[in-house]
């Protein structure tokens, strides 16, 4: 209770502020960012809007965490790989998302394609290194003991490397849900014209404060769910090895 106290805070004296300021082109106070909120809902551009970001961001967290999380495990693994692919591996991993972008858009054109193949080249990086780390990092007489009882590399993954190494990919993937909405509301605000970035754009463009800021707060509200969703996740998995 006492964390709303600030935001409560801030809220009024942005409402303040606003209504002294007068009307204006480039600021709402909350009041009519509530009733622009509402507005949206109404009409449903802003479930629309959701919807389109929330496909594009999912399917590109998919994508990217299984190819991340392959090669993470693989790499983790196998020392001769992961020297191999070490130089490709640092080279393309400091590269912006947004800088795929006119790649992308020459080879997929406009829509969820382009979306979900930036959003995924994004998550790859988090799932790969962390599955990488906490697969390298699995105990020693495990993997001995996988040796001595000539289990399979699919068994010995199933059975010694998932469970030891399994809570901190979720981490990983925890951290790539949160790129996975970031780059997928980039992209839209760039190039893409859907979803909520590109609404955040389109109103912004036509001098609307108030739903701007609804928006924008809305995006901020649904990273803060889906990361208590995944927190919750975490929590009720793995308990305290979380």
Known sequence: MKGLVLPALLIALAEVGARLHG???VIAPPSQVIVAFGEAIRNGSLMLATRDTLIAAFGGLTVGAIIGLA????LGLSRTLDRVLELPVEVLRPIPSVAVIPVALIVLGFGYGLEIAIVAFACVWPMLIFARAAVAGVEPRLLEVARALKLSPWATVAKIVAPAAL???FVAFRLAAGVALIVAVTVEIAVNPQGLGAALMT???ALRPDLTL????WVGIVGFALNQGLLLAEARLFGGRG
């Open 214 to 217: 609804a928006f924008l707060v």
């Open 167 to 169: 809570p901190r990919i």
């Open 203 to 205: 109103y912004g463009q």
């Open 71 to 74: 090669l993470g495990v693989a």
């Open 23 to 25: 009307p204006s082109d």
